[in-house]
C-alpha cells in the first residue's frame, strides 16, 4: 500500500460537516476544482484522503492498479486530462473500489455506468458520462502531484464533494482549514437562521 501521510479520522470528520463552499470561503477561494466536475449522481458526497493517479487520457490501467495499493478511506484523485471521449471507470470498477473500502473518485476526465455507480453508492465526481470504455496500456504515475480541474492535488490531502462540487485542502493546512471553515458555516447558520424567521414572520401576516 501507498505509504504516504494521511489526515487522522477525527480531522476528516470535521471536514465532513462542512459544505464546500464554506471550505473555499475558508481559502479564499482556493483550491476549488472548475465547475466542469460534479457528481455524476444525485446526493454523491465524498470525504477522504487523496491517493492521486496521472494517466493517459483515455487509459484505465493506473486505476486498476490504484485499486490494489489504496487503504480504506482514500479517495482516487485521477488526473485524465479532461478527456471527455473514453470512461475511465464504470460500475464494475466502482462496486470493486466499495468492496475495498474506498471513499470515492474524482476524475478530470468522464465515466460511465452512471445509474451502476448510484446503485453502489460510491460517490463519482466527473466532467461527464459516456459509453465509451477505456484502453488499458498505460502509461501512467501513482501517488506523485498531480492537476485535477485546474487544482494541484498532493497524495495525503483532503478531498470533500458535494452538490456543488469538489475542493481539495493541503495536508499541512488541514487544521486551521478546518477551523476556518467552521467558523464560516456557524456564521451562515446565523444568518440563515434569521432568514428563515422573516419568512416564517410574512407567511402568518
Known amino acids: 500500500m501507498a505509504d ?9 470528520d470535521r471536514f465532513r460537516t462542512i459544505p464546500t463552499a464554506n471550505i473555499g470561503d475558508a481559502v479564499d477561494r482556493l483550491g476549488v476544482l472548475d465547475g466542469g466536475i460534479q457528481a ?17 487520457a483515455g487509459d484505465n490501467l493506473a486505476i486498476h492498479q490504484a485499486l490494489g495499493e489504496a487503504r480504506p478511506g482514500d479517495v482516487l484523485v485521477v488526473n485524465g486530462g479532461g478527456d471527455l471521449s473514453r470512461a475511465l471507470i464504470g460500475e464494475l470498477i466502482g462496486g470493486r473500489a466499495k468492496a475495498a473500502g474506498i471513499a470515492g473518485f474524482v476524475i478530470d476526465g468522464v465515466v460511465r455506468d452512471a445509474e451502476g455507480l448510484a446503485a453502489f453508492q460510491m460517490p463519482v465526481f466527473a466532467r461527464g458520462v459516456s459509453p465509451a470504455g477505456p ?7 501513482l501517488a506523485t502531484v498531480v492537476a485535477v480541474g485546474g487544482v494541484a492535488v498532493a497524495p495525503g490531502d483532503i478531498v470533500v464533494g458535494d452538490a456543488d462540487g469538489v475542493v481539495v485542502v ?15 458555516r456557524d456564521h451562515e447558520d446565523v444568518k440563515r437562521a434569521a ?11
Open 195 to 205: 432568514i428563515a424567521q422573516s419568512l416564517a414572520k410574512s407567511g402568518s401576516a
Open 40 to 56: 455524476v449522481w444525485p446526493g454523491a458526497r465524498l470525504i477522504g484522503s487523496a491517493y492521486t493517479i496521472w494517466t493517459r
Open 135 to 141: 484502453y488499458k496500456n498505460g502509461p501512467a504515475r
Open 4 to 12: 504516504f501521510p494521511r489526515a487522522p479520522q477525527a480531522l476528516l
Open 170 to 184: 493541503p495536508l499541512a493546512d488541514a487544521e486551521h482549514v478546518a477551523t476556518a471553515a467552521e467558523a464560516v
